[in-house]
Structures are given as C-alpha cells and as structure tokens.
C-alpha cells in the first residue's frame, strides 16, 4: 500500500576518517513474505548521501526493506588494506517502516565497525 507523506533516505559516513563516504554502492530491497525484491542500486554522492530520496511518493510503501552497502568495496577504494576475508564486506540493515513518516537510515562505517539509527 502506497501511503502519501512517507520516504526514505540515508547517509553514510567514515568514522575512520571522520568524512562523508562518496561513491559508496548502496542496493535498496523490499523484504514479502520472506523474499527479497531488488527495487534500485545507488551510490553515495561527495556529502555521503544519495542525490535522491530511496523511496517517496508512489514507490512508498510500509513494510520492510534491507538496504546493503558495499562497505568493503568503499574501503578498499579509499586505500584501507583490508584482511582477505575482510572482517566487514557487506553491511545489511533490515528493518521496517510502519508509518508515513520520513525514514531516515544513516551508517556510521569503518573497517572493524559499524552502527545504525534511526535518523530524522
């Protein structure tokens, strides 16, 4: 169900380096049934946002999502030498929107750590 008002966004920083992450790859999944259903890939602009909302308007809907960043890739691209496997590759927030309200999901990123919110 669409529902008027609601929409998504995030932003993701480096708290190694105390910087916005730029060009980081970001998939956007919603989560029926137990299936996942790939709705867009975005990557992060030089702020460490995305030039858009995730979902607003139409293409929001309740429910839950997954966003799943490309943090390893990220790290390796700002030359951070990582152990193979890398103790974080693919960070996967899941979580669910239950109002038309503004969703924000921020991620606080670096090589051995990483934490989330829910942001405004």
């Excluded at 920083?13 to 992450?21: H, K, N, R, S, Y």
């Amino acid at each position: 169900m669409h529902t008027a008002g609601g929409r998504l966004t995030t932003h993701v920083l480096d708290t190694a380096t105390g910087q916005p992450a730029a060009g980081l790859s970001i998939e956007l999944f919603r989560i029926s049934n137990g299936h996942r259903t790939h709705l867009k890939s975005v990557s992060t602009n030089a702020d460490g946002r995305c030039d858009a909302p995730l979902l607003e308007g139409e293409a929001f809907q309740l429910g839950e999502y997954e966003l799943v960043f490309a943090a390893g890739d990220y790290l390796r691209g700002q030359g951070v030498d990582l152990p193979e496997p890398a103790f974080l590759d693919i960070v996967p927030i899941r979580f669910g929107m239950a109002e038309a309200k503004h969703y924000h999901v921020p991620l606080l990123i670096s090589p051995y750590g990483y934490s989330t919110y829910r942001g405004s």
